[in-house]
């Protein structure tokens, strides 16, 4: 079964500077896909970044990067240029596969403060 | 525009009530999920629905039913026998391929008084 852990309960970072939040995950799947949400105070979630296991390139989308590294089971958000509205609960998500068909796995989420 | 909409947004029941959180969505997406959120904690599965008429329970199916008579829509439906449902109630879809992403709706937040 897969799992996703998020270490990090919590994390502080100042305006304009990056900050990394971290996921590993746990598979045993060849080819699988990690995604990042961005959940903020008003409950819904918005999807950020997507990487496959096969992806030879980390993705990258705008202020969001992603850091996949494969042999290590970790793919780690990067934020850079920090924004007061960045605070937010950020979750890693696995797609899984079972014998009906795809669904998500989420791990614990971390809750990003960025400060003035 | 498209998108998935839940409603309503808070829903308060008395123990001992079912109560129906209904899900619409616009994309034309053949999967459909709902998931629950407790405070400070992931998203766990309930049920989720690969195609009309058909749906799967998830990791925490005790309590819940769901019915998927139409594409657009996927209704939860919190029985008595759940016993804690307060919680945040999330509802998603997707779209045709294994990379793509779930679409949320905002959530409905259940609390059982």
């Known amino acids: 079964a897969q799992k996703i852990t998020q270490t990090q309960p919590g994390m502080f970072v100042q305006e304009k500077e990056a900050v990394t939040l971290d996921c590993t995950y746990d598979t045993s799947d060849q080819s699988y896909g990690l995604f990042w949400y961005k959940q903020p105070s008003s409950g819904e979630m918005i999807f950020l970044i997507y990487?496959?296991?096969?992806?030879?390139q980390n993705a990258t989308e705008g202020r969001y990067s992603l850091n996949f590294q494969k042999a290590r089971k970790s793919a780690n958000l990067v934020i850079s240029a920090s924004q007061l509205g960045d605070s937010a609960m950020y979750f890693c998500?696995?797609?899984?596969?079972?014998?009906?068909?795809?669904?998500?796995?989420f791990g614990p989420g971390t809750r990003l403060s960025v400060l003035p | 525009d498209g998108g998935i909409t839940q409603s309503p947004k808070y829903l308060f029941r008395k123990e001992g009530q079912n109560v129906t959180l209904s899900c619409e969505q616009n994309?034309?997406?053949?999967?459909m999920y709902w998931y629950r959120q407790d405070p400070g904690q992931g998203l766990r599965l309930i049920y989720y629905s690969q195609i009309v008429n058909d749906f799967q329970k998830g990791d925490i199916a005790e309590g819940y039913s769901v019915s998927r008579e139409k594409k657009e829509s996927f209704p939860l439906t919190v029985t008595s026998a759940q016993k804690n449902p307060t919680a945040f109630y999330l509802c998603a879809s997707k779209g045709q391929g294994a990379n793509t992403e779930a679409f949320f709706g905002q959530g409905t937040r259940l609390t059982v008084v």
């Open positions: 998500a696995m797609r899984a596969f079972d014998n009906y068909g795809q669904n998500f796995v």
């Open positions: 990487q496959g296991s096969y992806d030879e």
């Open positions: 994309l034309n997406h053949d999967a």
